[in-house]
């Protein structure tokens, strides 16, 4: 059975840190990319960060790059999501998915990705900043 779990999330103040993490069952982190979105109250899901199946190489949306990182441990079926520098306007739930390389790069750039194809999500986790 394939599964997406998010941890992590939680309280933090603006100016703060925060580790996500997903774990992955069912397949490995060879075999599909992993990306990570967001949705903030009375928003779309927009994409935030995806990490290769193949090299390794990370992609973020401009408003986080430079503050987040994407990193992945093989071994552990893991993909992080590390959240420094936290803002309010960071508030949402976050989701992991699964998917084509390509498509997951693509979708780092939408603000809106509810109609995007991924075979796989998580059940998302709430990250709430406080000013």
């Known amino acids: 059975e394939v599964q997406l779990v998010e941890s992590g999330g939680g309280l933090v103040q603006g100016g703060g840190s925060l580790r996500l993490s997903c774990v992955v069952s069912g397949f490995t982190l060879d075999d599909y990319a992993i990306g990570w979105f967001r949705q903030a109250p009375g928003k779309k899901r927009e994409g935030v960060s995806c990490i290769s199946s193949t090299d390794g190489s990370t992609y973020y949306r401009d408003s986080v790059k430079g503050r987040f990182t994407i990193s992945r441990d093989n071994a552990k079926n893991t993909v992080y999501l590390q959240m420094n520098s936290l803002k309010p306007e960071d508030t949402s739930v976050y989701y992991c998915?699964?998917?084509?390389?390509?498509?997951?790069?693509?979708?780092?750039?939408?603000?809106?990705?509810?109609?995007?194809?991924?075979?796989?999500w998580g059940q998302g986790t709430q990250v709430p900043v406080s000013p």
């Open positions: 998915g699964a998917g084509q390389e390509t498509i997951l790069i693509t979708a780092v750039t939408y603000t809106d990705v509810t109609y995007l194809n991924l075979p796989y």
